[in-house]
């Protein structure tokens, strides 16, 4: 577990394709309980420590993950989330080269409870929700492309299922069409950057997570 910022209030951790964000049915110990766990050792706290979920990201995404040490910032994060107030950065590696360097992706989108998979449509159809995605290529290598990507809106998998539409499935995520899958489980998607006004001190907070320990994703750091 990568602690990225901590303060009385906050807690970010860069999370690896490997860790759950919250316990599922794998019964895998989800990173809420790694950051109990390791704020209950730091500070030598009896009994149960809080840790609020501010967020997820999907498992096989790595990045930036904030938690809240304190009911309080639990509830003034939340508010800011479903405000539009925080300012999240992606990086989405892909095989083919995007249509423009940058664009403006709007797609309606609804999720299959079955699959856990959402699709994303050209036009509102019932019981769709609209997406819209901000794109720009930052990068290239020999076989891939570097996507920074923002959301408008927090849909479910929208970055996966809105760059699928469009032919860019990320690589390795296979449930979104790619041809393979990468050695580690992962996809390459990549929280990468957040910024916002910290929900107690009102200072500005900007982090950003180191990409994965990937070749690929290093050679695109530099």
């Excluded at 950051?35 to 990045?63: A, E, I, M, Q």
């Excluded at 990507?149 to 998998?157: L, W």
Aim: aromatic share 8%; proline share 6%; hydrophobic share 35%.
């Amino acid at each position: 577990m990568e602690v990225l910022y901590e303060d009385n209030h906050i807690i970010i951790i860069n999370k690896s394709p490997k860790e759950i964000v919250q316990g599922d049915k794998t019964g895998d110990k989800p990173l809420s309980d790694m950051v109990k766990d390791y704020l209950k050792k730091k500070y030598n706290k009896p009994g149960n420590v809080f840790c609020g979920v501010v967020h997820r990201l999907d498992r096989p995404t790595s990045g930036i993950v904030v938690f809240a040490k304190t009911s309080k910032a639990l509830t003034r994060l939340n508010e800011m989330f479903k405000k539009g107030e925080i300012d999240k950065t992606y990086w989405a590696i892909v095989k083919d080269v995007p249509p423009q360097n940058e664009g403006v992706l709007v797609h309606y989108v609804i999720k299959n409870e079955k699959n856990n998979k959402s699709t994303a449509y050209d036009t509102e159809k019932p019981h769709t929700q609209k997406a819209v995605l901000h794109y720009k290529l930052i990068g290239r290598s020999q076989k891939y492309y570097l996507l920074e990507v923002k959301i408008e809106t927090g849909r479910h998998h929208q970055i996966r299922c809105q760059l699928a539409k469009i032919g860019l499935p990320i690589k390795g995520d296979l449930k979104y069409g790619a041809q393979r899958s990468n050695p580690d489980g992962s996809i390459s998607l990549h929280a990468r950057n957040i910024s916002f006004v910290h929900p107690v001190s009102k200072q500005i907070i900007d982090i950003t997570a180191p990409v994965p320990d990937d070749p690929l994703w290093k050679a695109f750091e530099i």
